[in-house]
């Protein structure tokens, strides 16, 4: 049995477990592309289907860059997801500040090595998708409802600089991101927003803003680990709270 309407939530450091979802059952689904991070934690939010998939592992045992994203993405949609909404912790390079909460409309990829799609060829066929706007209009305005009706500040638009990591940036990367336009940066943005659109899954993320990015701000001169950890707690306090808001408006396209 598949919901109609599954809301998927893919939850990043600091959002290893859900506790606003009332879970029913986990799954540890397998995949031609690997294991996922997790099990699959299937319940409901606000009354609604919805899984969770820790991107990280539920211990927080995965890399950003050792992430099997295509296991993630391809599980997910094999088990009904409708849309996914992916949170992550960023660096703010330009008009956001740690704590706030942004939701990006574009993204620039900056990773590299990373297995990043499904169409490798060969017995299958090549294929372009079309990523001129990498994250689902429809879905954006349904977080921004949400975060209207929740009464929780969300900042509409940003660009995603995707790095590998797991290492911080120097001070000259974030100001060459800069001039290239990216506002926020981060490590696990791609290649998942790109095998959603794959997929055909409606994808958004928000983004909890950790820190100022390397050589800004309070990280002028070093990047504090743990400013992060109590940034990233009421961050997350915070996202679990739109969470909660968005689950419901996910309804409208439940009808068969």
Not at 186 to 215: D, F, K, Q
Not at 246 to 253: M, R, T, V
Request: with cysteine; aromatic share 4%.
């Amino acid at each position: 049995h598949k919901a109609s309407s599954m809301l998927a939530i893919i939850g990043g450091s600091g959002l290893t477990n859900l506790s606003t979802l009332a879970v029913a059952h986990r799954e540890v689904v397998r995949t031609p592309y690997g294991d996922p991070s997790s099990a699959l934690l299937f319940g409901e939010i606000a009354g609604r289907e919805a899984v969770f998939l820790a991107r990280h592992g539920h211990g927080h045992t995965v890399a950003p860059h050792r992430v099997n994203y295509r296991a993630n993405l391809w599980a997910l949609k094999e088990k009904g997801a409708t849309a996914i909404v992916a949170v992550a912790s960023v660096g703010g390079i330009r008009d956001c500040l740690p704590g706030d909460l942004v939701l990006p409309h574009q993204l620039i990829d900056y990773t590299s090595g990373r297995d990043q799609t499904f169409f490798e060829g060969g017995e299958g066929n090549v294929v372009h998708v079309d990523f001129t706007h990498p994250y689902a209009d429809d879905l954006r305005e349904r977080c921004l409802a949400a975060a209207r009706a929740a009464g929780i500040p969300l900042r509409d638009g940003g660009v995603y600089g995707a790095v590998n990591g797991p290492r911080l940036e120097t001070a000259a990367e974030i100001d060459r991101m800069d001039r290239d336009g990216a506002t926020l940066v981060g490590m696990t943005g791609m290649p998942e927003a790109s095998l959603a659109r794959e997929l055909g899954v409606p994808y958004a993320s928000i983004c909890v803003v950790v820190n100022h990015a390397a050589g800004r701000g309070s990280s002028a001169s070093e990047i504090s680990m743990e400013g992060i950890s109590q940034v990233l707690e009421s961050g997350m306090d915070r996202v679990r709270r739109l969470l909660d808001h968005i689950a419901p408006l996910l309804a409208p396209e439940a009808a068969p």
